[in-house]
């Protein structure tokens, strides 16, 4: 598993191309086996909605990825206990309310 993580890791963009490419061809398939009045065309761009679907939710899957792993990675900062009381809280409250 972690082989394919960091396969992933590495190949982000192949990854999400796969993913859509075989988004596209899942969505085609899917439409050909029902036997729907749609026309080809109309197939067409209904599988390209399905995968563009597909595509942003990896993509947001990605970026949160990105994010957290970034965020582990950074150390943290060290306090030192010679800073004041007043500024020690301070500093204490901003990492409670820093969103990065």
Known sequence: MEA???????????????????????????????????????????????????????LSGAAAYHYYEKRSLQPKPVADNNIPATNFNQIVEYEIHCPF
């Open 4 to 58: 394919v993580q960091s396969w992933v890791s590495e190949h982000k963009l192949t990854t999400i191309g796969t993913l859509w490419a075989s988004g596209i061809g899942a969505s085609l398939v899917a439409y050909s086996c029902k036997k729907s009045p749609m026309k080809p065309s109309l197939r067409l761009i209904h599988a390209r909605m399905h995968a563009q679907a597909l595509t942003l939710a990896v």
